[in-house]
């Protein structure tokens, strides 16, 4: 078991069977998916049929013979990744992020494009990118991009060149969260990249984190039972009044923060029905001009609720700071608590304590999970996970905040997307 588990063997092996009554082994592959051998049946016949010796030997020979195949799909594979060239535009503070995760992982940048030429010239030394240009279009044209990552601010006079321009040369595009802090202006980039044809996947890298998939893994496979709760809460005191663009809109917290956890109960709960917010700001965070706290609970069309929590004006000493924010996820048969390094997974049926090992945390691992799926979902021609279109729903719901305490209500997502959503 890929687990510290404390309970009685029998117990035990009762829980193991419930966790895994499909898979032989369970674990992530480095795309962030769940890593399937092959049916426990199956194993369980091949056991007894290798008891005795002369089948034991055969299976020596087959299974080195396995490792050789699995090395060579490895480099197979390596080779696809590696020509996939990645050209980053927006070489601010989160692009370092980016590079490093890409770099650990052996995916290649092609090059970066800023229009500040100080950026420019600065990420060329730190990261020795083989092409940085103040010139954006010409690294997007670049015939060894394949890959626009869109690290530039998320605001739609930003975006929408940027993503014509992958348009006009066919490029895919792989986008840095929030797509855009307002529905329209995310539903218009989405539709720019549907009318020219190319992907688009939008870096909601919080899917990615290992920590949440492990919480996912365990979710998915029942280990709780029926879930009908999820609370996600991050609070500290975290003021970017000197930052150049952050905080200076009228959307901030919810819209730039809160995303990541909007996204990540869309993912493990489906389609949402309504929401309600209530949200404010520090007066003392002068530099801000945004929410810096908010609340907002969710109703999903499957029943799951949820109350997402992000308090960028907390002074108190017991702080669950970005990335390190606690989730919580609650069924008729237990819990899962954790954070992105830390998951404890409580179970009544039968009694029992699970600690999933996990390696790599949020930054830069999940980063280099993101691109890593999406470049393998392309190769292989699979769906993704985060498309653009997809990601509608969670802009909506950033839109639903800010309108619900507006107005003072609770709003539907049939309100935002339409009768047809």
Known sequence: MDSQTKLPFPAKQELCNRLRNSFCACGL?????????????????????????????????????????????????????????????????????????????????????????????????????????????????????????????????????????????????????????????????????????????????????????????????????????????????????AHPFYGKQERWVLSDMGVHHLALVVHWFGSWRSAYAIMGRDPSQKGIVGDTWNVMSIRFENGMQACIINNWCYRGHLLRPHSVEEVVIQGDKGAITGTSEEVVIVTTDPPAEVRPRFTGKWFPDAFGNAMLHYIRSLEEGKPYLCSGRHNLQVVALIEAGYRSVQEGREITRKEIMGENA
């Not at 535009?89 to 092609?110: E, T």
């Open 29 to 241: 592959n480095r795309a962030g998916e769940p890593a399937v051998v092959m049916p426990r049946s199956v194993v369980a016949g091949s056991l007894v049929a290798l008891k005795s010796a002369k089948w034991l030997r055969l299976g020596k020979r087959l299974a080195l013979q396995g490792d050789d195949v699995r090395n060579r799909a490895k480099e197979v594979r390596q080779m696809a990744v590696e020509q996939w060239g990645i050209g980053i535009v927006g070489l601010g503070g989160i692009a370092n992020v980016h590079l490093q995760a890409y770099r650990s992982i052996g995916l290649r940048v092609v090059g970066g494009a800023d229009i500040d030429p100080e950026r420019v010239k600065l990420m060329q030394q730190k990261w020795t990118l083989p092409i940085a240009t103040t010139d954006v279009e010409s690294l997007i044209a670049h015939p060894d991009v394949k890959i626009v990552d869109v690290a530039a601010p998320h605001f739609l006079h930003v975006r929408e060149p940027i993503f014509r321009w992958a348009a006009k040369y066919k490029k895919a595009l792989f986008v840095q969260k929030p797509l855009e802090q307002y529905y329209e202006n995310a539903k218009k980039l989405v539709q720019i990249a549907e009318e020219a044809g190319i992907p688009l996947m939008v870096n909601q890298n919080s899917v990615f984190v290992p920590g949440f998939q492990a919480i996912e893994r365990y979710l998915r496979g029942g280990a709780i039972g029926a879930p009908y709760y999820c609370q996600i809460e991050n609070r500290n005191w975290f003021d970017l009044s």
